[in-house]
């Protein structure tokens, strides 16, 4: 028995080497499936238990990984995912923003067909379910004779009320339709808040780096950025945040907790409670942006701070844009104890949200096509998150720095001191390759030398052809 | 041949005169549609320009009106329509604007299903191309396999643009799509043009009374609000603004020229001309407010200020809330030399609007079928128009005036000075019936004793029996 135990583990040692050798070789790459358990006992004349074994010590050594209900895949290889530098403290704690240019510059260059979108954190449309979506949609119009062509109610569409109110309990949230507010897209629920909870001259916190929408939205609302740093690896900088509220008047926050673009990092548990209890106990309002929520990579859907939120001083805000239809702009806020304000704003600046869109995505709800629609997206978008990085890592140069997102769409790209990210963006246009250049990602332009690459169009020869175009101009630059 | 003149000119004052007394008695009512020439010579054994001449005896005295391609209708009896009073100049010119709690309160009870609500200023639903909208829906989706998922062009859907460019023909407007910038309603539109050219602390005119979401939208932009005099009868106050010029700083001007929202009246070509050269000269621009301006009971599309334009100093809004689909959202600036800006804020605010709405629209419009639907909603507004006149001139009170809207959906009650709009209100709305009390269409509360009363409601026996009630309402409280 004790032989037959020794044999069995000589044998899955034997495997699970054979398979390492084939992955450092790049027989067998990134993102990559692997022949299920049953297969690899029939192909090795092997029992499914010493298969399985092989599988265990690859996805151990971090080498390989499973994936809920569709198999195991090869990870990306380790060595060439550095731990990115850290970043500088903030100089000075509050800056006035001035306008920038390159983002105007960046977005009207957006529109041209024949430009490859790696400056988009959104899916490609091969993603979407388009099919049931038209479906959907003729629905919310069959419903009755007259459907979808009144004035919306004020606190937006019922039925989507309630079905967002069910799909909370995904993140750990306890609430009903009353405590939802939609909005015209997340973009609008967070001009929302910041406009019912702050006035002209407020200061506001914001971890940085972050998306630069929200600098202009600060910027037109009059308000002063606290840039609270955020790291790949260590995350939020809660002693910094701390020793800030001591400093300085916060009027609110607004943070990203699950997946912050461009940094794609996951807030532990533990901070997310941490931060809520502080910023209760120091009456701080938290805008909290759960777009990207729903795309993780690992087993999990992660809880959100409104889910630790005892005092409604979490103002929670999302949308489907990033997950199920961008061009309908349906987004919503949990506003807690701010509703009134918030109604009130809405009231003001937008009346009602559009009644067919709003309807279309509550009855796609409530059939349930959300879930499996988020199951299919989720595989496919690790996938593609996979296979860009192992393209990257072979086009890029060697002292390029990845992130580890485990979630959303963006790789966060420490380049070359050398680099200015600008002018790649520059060179990278005129090859009709959009990247978002890191200078955006905060109010003083700090990361000169970092990128933000999307991996939301699928992957193609294409995309291999542009990302290799890349590493070729970077590689110029570094020099 | 003189005998058979005057036989013939005889006769049809004969034939007038019976007509006359029929509407006098009321046998022929408001709105109703009196026989064709053909149908009325064969009835009275007249020739056809014998009959013809009856009709232009009844025109001339203001007794009937003659549609295009629809025949001749009995206008409301003209002693009914007195003068509205004279409004008082406003007392202090600049005004903190405070919220409103009524406001509030009316937009709650406006949810109830039970409520008959003339407080809106809107079409039912009976009033709009139900099948023709979701036809044109059906298009936009189909239009390829990812159509209306992606996100829209930030200016604009192309088509759409396009489309209000085409349109705006027949408001004197030559403009190509890169002029327009869509926007979710007029409301937002609005909002964008003065986020675009006013600061916090800014003076802006109005045009007063005036719809009350544009003191809020104000309020909430730290703006301080000029009120100009506009009555029904006499028109906008043009000394009133010349004379605040000299003394205010002021930084922009918000008027609705097409059938002002509460009073209906309409601003002649004369004076827009002159406003548009006033303003152009102080380098004050110009949000013009043309929500309304397809909704003429006269015989042509009024022109707009923007047609008058020649510096860019004019930014028309527009939307198709209130001519078409209420629902849909769908709104547009044309802003003039102040597109960058507005773009800008487009961008902050709410990135790009839905695509299948503004596709759906741009399909609908580009088909044709808006310059046909409005052909019939223009015909059908203005009878229900005068079937609402007709019934409040019964069962109102005498002392009770009416404006005399050219266009739109509301008019303006002027009652009893002993009662009060929003004491009405209440009692009222405990009968099921919405109506908008004076008060909030201006920042001091001033119109007390005036109601306006929307007739979008397609007239039937409960609008009659609410109207019937309301009188009685008002008739205790005017002792």
Redesign the interface.
């Known amino acids: 028995m004790i032989a037959a135990i020794e044999k069995a583990e000589f044998l899955y040692h034997q495997i699970a080497d054979k398979l390492e050798k084939q992955i450092e070789k790049g027989v067998l790459k990134s993102g990559d499936k692997l022949l299920s358990v049953r297969q690899l006992s029939k192909e090795q004349g092997i029992s499914m238990s010493t298969a399985y074994l092989s599988y265990v010590q690859l996805e151990n050594k971090g080498l390989i990984e499973a994936r809920p209900k569709s198999g195991y895949y090869v990870r990306f290889t380790p060595h060439t995912c550095l731990m990115i530098s850290k970043i500088e403290p903030v100089k000075s704690d509050i800056k006035k923003i001035s306008v920038d240019e390159m983002i105007?510059m960046i977005?009207k260059n957006l529109?041209a067909e024949s430009v490859i979108k790696f400056s988009l954190a959104?899916p490609g449309?091969e993603f979407?379910p388009?099919a049931k979506?038209?479906k959907a949609?003729?629905e919310a119009?069959?419903k009755s004779?007259?459907?979808?062509?009144?004035?919306?109610?004020?606190q937006g569409n019922v039925l989507l009320r309630k079905q967002i109110a069910r799909l909370a309990f995904n993140w750990g949230g306890v609430i009903t339709e009353d405590d939802v507010v939609t909005t015209?897209?997340c973009?609008?629920a967070i001009?929302f808040c910041l406009?019912a909870i702050t006035q002209?001259g407020d200061t506001v916190a914001i971890d940085a780096p972050n998306y630069f929408?929200i600098f202009?939205?600060m910027q037109?609302l009059?308000l002063k950025v606290l840039e609270i740093p955020n790291h790949p690896d260590t995350g939020l900088d809660m002693d910094y945040l701390q020793r800030a509220i001591e400093k300085v008047k916060i009027k609110a926050c607004v943070f990203v907790p699950n997946f912050n673009n461009p940094i794609g990092s996951l807030m532990p548990e533990l901070t997310k409670k941490q931060l809520v209890k502080l910023l209760a106990e120091k009456d701080i309002p938290l805008i909290e942006d759960d777009i990207y929520g729903e795309l993780y990579f690992g087993k999990q859907r992660p809880k959100t701070c409104k889910s630790f939120d005892k005092t409604g001083n979490v103002l929670l805000c999302s949308s489907v844009?990033k997950s199920l239809?961008?061009?309908?702009?349906?987004g919503w806020v949990i506003p807690g104890k701010y509703k009134e304000q918030l109604i009130?704003?809405k009231?003001?600046?937008?009346?009602?949200?559009?009644?067919?869109?709003q309807t279309?995505i509550g009855i796609f709800f409530e059939k349930g096509r959300y879930e499996l629609h988020l199951r299919n997206l989720r595989k496919a978008l690790y996938t593609n998150y996979l296979k860009y990085v192992r393209t990257i890592t072979n086009y890029f140069p060697a002292d390029t720095k990845l992130s580890q997102p485990q979630g959303g769409y963006v790789l966060w790209v420490e380049l070359n001191k050398n680099v200015n990210a600008f002018e790649l963006y520059q060179k990278a246009i005129e090859q009709n390759i959009s990247i978002t250049p890191g200078q955006i990602f905060s109010a003083d332009a700090r990361f000169t030398n970092y990128i933000r690459i999307g991996f939301g169009i699928l992957y193609n020869d294409e995309v291999e052809k542009s990302l290799k175009t890349l590493g070729n101009l970077i590689a110029k630059l570094s020099t």
């Open positions: 105007t977005y529109t959104a449309v979407l388009a979506l038209n949609m003729n119009l069959r004779k007259y459907s979808c062509l009144n004035y919306e109610n004020l015209q897209g973009m609008e001009v406009k002209p929408g202009h939205a037109s009059g844009s239809a961008p061009g309908y702009r349906v009130r704003i009231l003001i600046h937008s009346c009602s949200n559009a009644t067919p869109t279309a």
